[in-house]
């Protein structure tokens, strides 16, 4: 396939139009590169000429100055590419253009083909993610003093009693969503592309849940399959039996996915491990050890996801060392005890945004990038008035 060249005239004003999004891309060779290939000439020009809400196609087509029927084909590919969204409503097709993180580099990986060099884009987005941690896309995206995901607790490890049963289990919100759909593992697909495998043996295909709109999209478009509460339920046992961690959208109203996610594997929690501590959303509970009982086995150890727990040796004895700033209080590690000697307890109940809009403000707000959301706002009141 042919790819289009990396010069201003549509790479730079693509890229300057992602940047609008609470989470940016960075801008150097390397993600030239994955934008070249995934994006063509014409569907880089036309996404930088997206507004930061949803539009229709008559709107797209003002903004391109494209003759509409050519435009509805280009916007047809960029769905199945997984680049925009198309969202049809009471006979209306509106569109909105992904964001790259969370957006177009999962759904990159999110089912299998052969449209486009997976291999090259696995070592490309690898290259690009975590070649510079402190200063390159992990800050930007791991950055904020708000997380764009959070995780979510073991029902089973919280107390009856709890009050953020509600929001913090993964069966909660897949019940309340009413079913969704599953589909390939982004992260382990792409390790797959790189010769790599995951350590934990988690499952590739239909782990990663979707819901709402976005499983309706997801499923139109072959990135997954639509599944049932009681299917969507039987994926979250088989990631409880692998010990995987629940991570989720940070927010309460409608959260859009379900990512089951191991240490060696996630980018998410590779961040946690880099030092962004902070940078996925924490439960309102914390692992604590029975040094009594524990037995300093280190089946635990072996079962976190972020490498928050540790055996280590003092004066002539092993004992488990909890490191409570890394903690999710997910619960992976507590089945793996043979002793019993884990539990979870309460500590902060975690802040949550209600909304995405309002958790999309807040991070844009914390990074001094809220005014052209704001503009965007306005203009859309005005043109409801004056319709």
Same mark, same amino acid.
């Given at each position: 396939? #042919?790819?289009? &060249?990396?010069?201003?005239?549509?790479?730079?004003?693509?890229?300057?139009?992602?940047?609008?999004?609470?989470? #940016?891309? =960075?801008?150097?060779? %390397?993600?030239?590169?994955?934008?070249?290939?995934?994006?063509?000439?014409?569907?880089?020009? =036309?996404?930088?000429?997206?507004?930061?809400?949803?539009?229709?196609?008559?709107?797209?087509?003002?903004?391109?100055?494209?003759? @509409?029927?050519?435009?509805?084909?280009?916007?047809? &590919?960029?769905?199945? %590419?997984?680049?925009?969204?198309?969202?049809?409503?009471?006979?209306?097709?509106?569109?909105?253009?992904?964001?790259?993180?969370?957006?177009?580099?999962?759904?990159?990986?999110?089912?299998?083909?052969?449209?486009?060099?997976? /291999?090259?884009?696995?070592?490309?987005?690898?290259?690009?993610?975590?070649?510079?941690?402190?200063?390159?896309?992990?800050?930007?995206?791991?950055?904020?003093?708000?997380?764009?995901?959070?995780?979510?607790?073991?029902?089973?490890?919280?107390?009856?009693?709890?009050?953020?049963?509600?929001?913090?289990?993964?069966?909660?919100? !897949?019940?309340?969503?009413?079913? #969704?759909?599953?589909?390939?593992?982004?992260?382990?697909?792409?390790?797959?592309?790189?010769?790599?495998?995951?350590?934990?043996?988690?499952?590739?295909?239909?782990?990663?849940?979707?819901?709402?709109? /976005?499983?309706?999209?997801?499923?139109?478009? $072959?990135?997954?399959?639509?599944? &049932?509460?009681?299917?969507?339920?039987?994926? !979250?046992?088989?990631?409880?039996?692998?010990?995987? &961690?629940?991570?989720?959208?940070?927010?309460?109203?409608?959260?859009?996915?379900?990512?089951?996610?191991?240490?060696?594997?996630?980018?998410?929690?590779?961040?946690?491990?880099?030092?962004?501590?902070?940078?996925?959303?924490?439960?309102?509970?914390?692992?604590?050890?029975?040094?009594?009982?524990?037995?300093?086995?280190?089946?635990?150890? %072996? /079962?976190?996801?972020?490498?928050?727990?540790?055996?280590?040796?003092?004066?002539?004895?092993?004992?488990?060392?909890?490191?409570?700033?890394?903690?999710?209080?997910? $619960? /992976?590690?507590?089945?793996?005890?043979?002793?019993?000697?884990? @539990?979870?307890?309460?500590?902060?109940?975690? !802040?949550?945004?209600?909304?995405?809009?309002?958790?999309?403000?807040?991070?844009?707000?914390?990074?001094?990038?809220?005014?052209?959301?704001?503009?965007?706002?306005?203009?859309?009141?005005?043109?409801?008035?004056?319709?």
């Amino acid at each position: 396939m #042919g790819h289009h &060249t990396t010069s201003k005239s549509s790479i730079v004003p693509l890229i300057d139009r992602l940047n609008k999004y609470p989470i #940016g891309l =960075v801008d150097n060779d %390397k993600l030239r590169q994955i934008l070249a290939i995934l994006f063509s000439e014409e569907e880089a020009f =036309v996404a930088s000429r997206f507004p930061l809400h949803e539009a229709t196609l008559d709107e797209l087509a003002k903004r391109t100055n494209y003759p @509409t029927g050519q435009l509805a084909e280009l916007l047809e &590919t960029m769905a199945n %590419k997984g680049l925009v969204i198309d969202m049809p409503h009471k006979g209306v097709v509106y569109y909105l253009l992904l964001p790259g993180l969370i957006g177009f580099f999962e759904f990159t990986f999110m089912k299998q083909r052969a449209d486009l060099p997976v /291999a090259e884009l696995a070592k490309l987005m690898g290259e690009y993610l975590y070649a510079d941690p402190q200063n390159g896309q992990a800050s930007e995206f791991f950055g904020s003093k708000t997380p764009l995901t959070r995780t979510l607790a073991y029902e089973e490890t919280i107390p009856v009693s709890s009050q953020v049963t509600s929001y913090a289990g993964a069966r909660e919100i !897949i019940r309340k969503a009413g079913g #969704g759909a599953a589909g390939l593992c982004y992260c382990r697909h792409k390790k797959e592309h790189l010769d790599e495998s995951c350590a934990k043996g988690a499952p590739v295909e239909g782990i990663c849940i979707s819901l709402g709109s /976005a499983a309706k999209f997801m499923a139109r478009r $072959g990135f997954a399959e639509t599944k &049932t509460v009681d299917e969507l339920l039987a994926i !979250i046992d088989t990631a409880r039996e692998h010990n995987l &961690t629940h991570i989720t959208d940070n927010i309460r109203h409608k959260p859009s996915f379900i990512c089951n996610c191991c240490s060696c594997c996630c980018e998410l929690l590779a961040g946690v491990q880099a030092g962004y501590t902070e940078g996925v959303g924490k439960t309102g509970y914390r692992i604590a050890v029975d040094a009594e009982s524990c037995s300093s086995c280190g089946l635990c150890v %072996k /079962a976190c996801n972020v490498k928050a727990l540790e055996v280590a040796t003092a004066e002539k004895s092993r004992q488990l060392a909890i490191k409570e700033e890394v903690c999710l209080g997910c $619960g /992976a590690c507590l089945s793996t005890c043979p002793k019993d000697a884990l @539990t979870m307890v309460p500590v902060t109940e975690p !802040i949550i945004p209600h909304k995405k809009k309002e958790l999309m403000k807040q991070i844009l707000k914390e990074k001094k990038r809220l005014t052209p959301f704001v503009i965007d706002g306005v203009k859309q009141k005005l043109k409801k008035m004056l319709s």
